[in-house]
C-alpha cells in the first residue's frame, strides 16, 4: 500500500515538472518572435557603418575669373593665327616667328592654366609679338602703295616723253650740224631716261651730281626714286648707249638694293664694288670704274636672287 501510494506521488511530481517545462518553453518561443528595430541604437548595421564622404568646396568666384581670361586670351590666338597667315612676305622671318612662338605659348595656357596671373601674363607677352607684326605689314602696305603710285608716274612720264621723241621725229630736220647734234643729244636724254624709267627710277639731270662732275659722265643715289647723272651723258648718241647707259643701271642698282635691303651698303666698304657688278647683272655693258671680285658678284647675284645677303 505504501509503495503504491509513494509512486503516484513520483508521477504526480514528475507531472507537474513537465507541465513547468512546457510553460518555460512556450514563453521563450514567444519571446523570441520579437525583432528589434534596425534604427535602434547600438545596433551595429550596414547603414551605420558606411564611410562619410568628404565634402568638396568650389571656389566659383576664381572660376569664373578664370574663365573670362581665358575667354580674352582665346580672341588673341585666333587674331594671332590670321595675322600670322596674312603677314607672309610682308613682315620679317624673326617678327613672324617670335609671334608664333608666343601664340603657341598662349593657346597652351589656354588649356592648362588655372590662375589668372599665369593667363594674364602669356597675354602680356602676346601683345607686343602682335603689335610688331601688324607695325611692319603696315609700313610694307604703306611702302607698296608708295611704290606702286610712283611706277604709275614713271610710265606715264615714258609715255609722255614717248610721244613728245615721236612728235620731235615726224618735224623736219633743221639743216646744218648744230641740228643734227641737238637731235641726237635729245635722243640719248630719252634713251637715258627710259632706261631709268625701265628700273623704276627718274633721272634729274645737272651739270654735277651730288658735287661731283668732270669730262667723264657721273652719277649718284641719294635715296628715293631719283638718281643724279651729269648732262654728258647724251653728248652723243654713242656716248650715250655706253658710258651713260652705265652709269643709270650703276644707280638703279643703288635703288634696288635699298628698296630691297633697307640700305645701300651691302657689302660694308666695298658696296660700290657690289653695285658695279649688280648692274652688270642688270644688264650693263660693264661697270662704271669701281671693279668687282668674285665676292662682290657672288652679293649681287644674291640680291639679284631676293637675298640681302649670303
Known sequence: MKSQIRKAATLSMATVSLAALAMGFSAQNVGAASVP?????HVATWWY????????????????????????????????????????????????MALATERNRAHAAVLLADEVADVS??????????????????????AEAARKAEEARLAREAQEAAARAAAAKSRPASSGSSGSSSSSSGDGQQYLNGIAASYGVSISWGSSACGHSGSWV??????????????????????AKGEGRNVVIHESAHFRTRQQCGTIY????????????????????????????????????????????L
Open 218 to 239: 657721273s652719277g649718284c643715289y641719294a635715296g628715293g626714286s631719283t638718281i643724279y647723272v651729269t648732262t654728258n651723258a647724251f653728248s652723243s648718241w654713242a656716248r
Open 266 to 309: 651691302v657689302g660694308g666698304d666695298r658696296f660700290e664694288n657690289v653695285a658695279d657688278a649688280r648692274a652688270v647683272l642688270m644688264g650693263a655693258g660693264s661697270g662704271t670704274g669701281y671693279g668687282y671680285n668674285s665676292s662682290d658678284m657672288a652679293l649681287a647675284q644674291a640680291l639679284q636672287a631676293g637675298q640681302c645677303s
Open 49 to 96: 557603418q558606411a564611410p562619410t564622404v568628404p565634402e568638396v568646396k568650389v571656389d566659383l568666384a576664381h572660376m569664373y575669373a578664370v574663365m573670362d581670361v581665358k575667354v580674352d586670351l582665346r580672341i588673341q590666338v585666333r587674331v594671332a593665327d590670321e595675322l600670322f597667315d596674312s603677314s607672309a612676305g610682308k613682315a620679317t622671318d624673326a617678327t613672324r
Open 121 to 142: 601674363a602669356v597675354a602680356e607677352q602676346l601683345t607686343p609679338a602682335v603689335t610688331a607684326v601688324t607695325d611692319e605689314v603696315t609700313a610694307w602696305e604703306v
Open 37 to 41: 528595430s534596425l534604427r535602434a541604437e
